[in-house]
Nanobody, 121 residues
Framework: QVQVVESGGGLVQPGGSLSLSCAAS????????MGWYRQGPGEQRDLVAS???????VYTDSVKGRFTISRDNAKNTVFLQMNSLKPEDTAVYYC???????????????WGQGTQVTVSS
């Protein structure tokens, strides 16, 4: 069994900051990429940022320079620091971890339950 649990999120004014955390636990041999996705009302779920096991990061253009993704491999945790938030950042944010549960087993995508981020005055 694998669990992926997000924390953080909430309501913030435009220009403010929020921090999200996501921890994976359970039967885990190795975690590859970890990432944050978001889904607004009536929209598809899109990548916000991802970080590989070696620390290489990818960001969608709209958050570059404002968001920072990082991870703690020892704690199977990924973070998203969001600064200079805009109303268009409002969405449900989901964490995804690519996990190999046992040596040589297939790598699967495991998702968290999502956390709401609302940017509004």
């Amino acid at each position: 069994q694998v669990q992926v649990v997000e924390s953080g999120g909430g309501l913030v004014q435009p220009g403010g900051s929020l921090s999200l955390s996501c921890a994976a636990s359970g039967s885990i041999f190795r975690i590859y990429d970890m990432g944050w996705y978001r889904q607004g009302p009536g929209e598809q779920r899109d990548l916000v940022a991802s970080v590989a096991k070696d620390g290489m990061t990818v960001y969608t253009d709209s958050v570059k320079g404002r968001f920072t993704i990082s991870r703690d491999n020892a704690k199977n945790t990924v973070f998203l620091q969001m600064n200079s938030l805009k109303p268009e950042d409002t969405a449900v944010y989901y964490c995804k971890a690519q996990i190999e549960r046992r040596i040589g087993s297939m790598v699967g995508d495991y998702w968290g339950q999502g956390t709401q981020v609302t940017v509004s005055s």
